[in-house]
């Protein structure tokens, strides 16, 4: 069993719709981090959890320590959107990253 | 520069050559990072530098592999005696201070491929 699982590995969807991609962790942490990974390759940092609830524009992203489980969700999804959604979580002696395998988004118009 | 620069972009060697893959973070960031991304499978962790200390090998697949931070800025990753199982996408980050909940800034990557 990979320390950090995502689900689901692929996800196809209509412009507009509501998006959830989950991520459950077995390692204890002080944080979880959501990337996202473009066609290009860049990898850029979505947020930072701790604890509750973080927004950024239609971006929204939950922790549940007690059940270590946490989503991204987009709203009013875009094209735009797509790209590869990537939940990481610090090692327990460090700061280095563990990584979900990734979720494959596909948005189409 | 604003970001984490990695030089070079694209790299293809023949099999048994050695390698360096340069990563420059930014600047005033004291932690510093290597991953590697091989085709279809996802992140992994190679070695992590934290201010002065003894970095993080932990990640490093064989001995073949090593890695260097200078004036506690620039990186260098050396693969000695490339394998084809080297190609890959070689990812380095750098964050402020190298606490759990400060963010990673990630550079564009190299791209090893082996032939």
């Known amino acids: 069993k990979n320390e950090v699982e995502q689900s689901p590995q692929n996800l196809t969807a209509q412009e507009g719709e509501f998006i959830t991609i989950n991520c459950s962790y077995s390692?204890?942490?002080?944080?979880l981090h959501w990337l996202q990974q473009h066609p290009g390759g860049g990898i850029v940092s979505l947020f930072m959890?701790?604890?509750g609830k973080k927004k950024h524009g239609r971006l929204i992203a939950t922790i549940n320590i007690q059940e270590k489980h946490s989503s991204l969700h987009i709203t009013a999804s875009h094209p735009r959107d797509s790209a590869v959604y990537i939940c990481?979580?610090?090692?327990?002696?460090?700061?280095?990253?563990?990584f979900g395998e990734g979720t494959q988004l596909t948005v189409n118009p | 520069g604003a970001g984490v620069s990695q030089s070079p972009s694209n790299k293809v060697t023949e099999k048994g050559k050695d390698v360096e893959l340069r990563c420059d973070p930014i600047?005033?960031?004291?932690?510093l990072y290597w991953y590697r991304q091989s085709l279809g499978q996802g992140l992994e962790f190679l070695i992590y530098?934290?201010?002065?200390?003894?970095?993080?090998k932990s990640g490093l697949p064989s001995d073949r592999f090593s890695a260097e931070r200078t004036g506690g800025s620039v990186s260098t990753l050396t693969i000695q005696r490339t394998q084809q199982e080297d190609s890959a996408v070689y990812l380095c980050?750098?964050?402020?201070?190298?606490?759990?909940?400060?963010?990673?800034?990630f550079g564009p990557g190299t791209r090893l491929t082996v032939l």
């Open positions: 980050a750098s964050s402020l201070t190298g606490l759990r909940t400060d963010t990673q800034y």
């Open positions: 390692v204890g942490i002080s944080a």
């Open positions: 959890l701790s604890s």
């Open positions: 990481a979580v610090p090692h327990t002696s460090g700061s280095r990253l563990t």
């Open positions: 600047s005033g960031h004291t932690a």
């Open positions: 530098f934290q201010g002065n200390s003894a970095p993080d």
